[in-house]
């Protein structure tokens, strides 16, 4: 017969009203046993909270198994892997190309073996970007940031009202308005880019437009709020900037810029004005186009441009390269070593 849950009830009472108590040794014997399981689950806890207490990135990212010790190399062409702004060394060996996209042979070796390449931000990929940073090269961008080019995707995101004159000898360009709100959005977006791609630096062209006749009126007060925009915009991604030209307005940006990159201050006898950079630990990127590139330049022409004398004077610590017009893979030191890096057919 099923028992009912009353007399169920009762008996279970029973049994606990006449079961012993425990003696006191035993009731805190038993209370230790459970501080020593507690305590150290407990500080364990707290350890692993305070470890990632807003460390999301850590998570999503991998957590506690990651090794954190090589992130920073793992991962070329990842804006994350800049955690400082890189100052470049004065004398560094350099190449520039911006004819053509630069490549890389299968090995992950490029010619000439030197510190730093200067590529175009939009024709190169980022896998040339990482395989340059896998052979240990740092990568410096280069992108107009003061002209218009009509061959870019974002050129129909800039108004008619900020676009000046075209550019002597460019008719595909034309001087940017470059103190325009609209136009800052556009250049900063190109910045951002320069990041997502792994650029370790940037190279904005044509902010000297305040030298040259551009139909805007631009004033060295515009360029000079303006590179600052930019370094300051580059510098929030861990980027560092370098000054195209414009030797006026050295003095008022020298300590916002890391580096310059000059063009032909020889056969223009104004190198001393860019030597300030080199008086600042900063370095010159260099270029000259003499008569001749590639490979019949005469001596006496590579001479001059290496002599750090006459025209030539200031150039002293310059990291000089002696260029074609159009920037392709040819490049000439002042050591007279001649080098072709490999482009796009």
Not at 116 to 138: Q, R, V, W
Request: glycine letters at 8%; charged letters at 30%; proline letters at 4%.
């Amino acid at each position: 017969m099923k028992a009912s849950a009353a007399s169920t009830a009762q008996e279970a009472g029973d049994k606990v009203n006449t079961k012993k108590s425990w003696p006191l040794w035993k009731k805190l014997a038993i209370v230790g046993i459970i501080l020593i399981i507690v305590i150290p689950l407990a500080v364990g806890l707290g350890v692993g909270l305070s470890k990632n207490k807003g460390g999301d990135d850590d998570d999503s990212s991998g957590g506690d198994d990651q090794d954190d010790s090589g992130s920073d190399n793992d991962t070329p062409g990842d804006d994350t892997n800049r955690t400082s702004i890189w100052q470049p060394e004065v004398g560094a060996a350099w190449q520039i190309i911006l004819l053509k996209p630069i490549e890389i042979s299968d090995d992950g070796k490029v010619t000439p073996d030197v510190d730093i390449y200067d590529i175009d931000l939009y024709d190169n990929d980022e896998s040339t970007f990482s395989a340059l940073h896998k052979a240990g090269k740092k990568v410096i961008c280069y992108f107009s940031a003061g002209s218009w080019e009509n061959w870019r995707d974002d050129k129909d995101d800039f108004k008619e009202a900020d676009l000046g004159d075209e550019l002597d000898g460019w008719p595909d360009e034309r001087w940017l308005n470059v103190s325009s709100p609209a136009a800052r959005t556009i250049i900063k977006k190109r910045i951002e880019y320069a990041a997502e791609k792994g650029c370790d630096a940037i190279d904005p062209d044509n902010v000297d437009g305040f030298q040259n006749e551009n139909g805007l009126e631009l004033t060295s007060d515009d360029a000079i709020s303006f590179v600052k925009f930019l370094a300051d915009t580059a510098a929030s991604f861990n980027m560092s900037t370098g000054l195209k030209n414009a030797g006026d307005i050295i003095p008022d940006v020298i300590s916002d810029v890391h580096f310059s990159v000059n063009e032909q201050c020889v056969e223009y006898a104004e190198c001393e004005t860019f030597a300030e950079f080199i008086e600042n630990d900063k370095p010159v990127f260099h270029i000259e186009y003499p008569d001749g590139t590639p490979n019949k330049v005469s001596s006496k022409d590579s001479s001059e441009i290496c002599s750090k004398k006459g025209k030539a004077a200031g150039t002293e610590d310059f990291s000089t390269v002696i260029k074609t017009m159009d920037l392709n893979g040819w490049v000439q030191y002042c050591d007279g070593k001649k080098y072709t890096t490999d482009v796009d057919a």
